[in-house]
């Protein structure tokens, strides 16, 4: 998880994040890396439009963001 966290950052590449609240409540946010502590992380959120901090420990999974395509309706 570490590698993927440092190649977002270098490569400023977005990310999908599954993340647990200290409430236990779990959310998918889309993120982009903005610096990596000791026990956190620190990123711009593209769901609440702001920079938020999130603890390495609450993370339940991260990779790389690949746009989905919408579904198109054929004739």
Known sequence: MNGVLR???EEKQ??????MADQGKISQRV???VSIKEETVLAYCYTRKT???FKLANILSVTPYKKREKYKKTP
């Open 51 to 53: 920079v938020r901090s």
């Open 14 to 19: 977005q990310l999908e994040l599954i993340y």
């Open 7 to 9: 190649r977002s950052l």
């Open 31 to 33: 993120i982009r890396v």
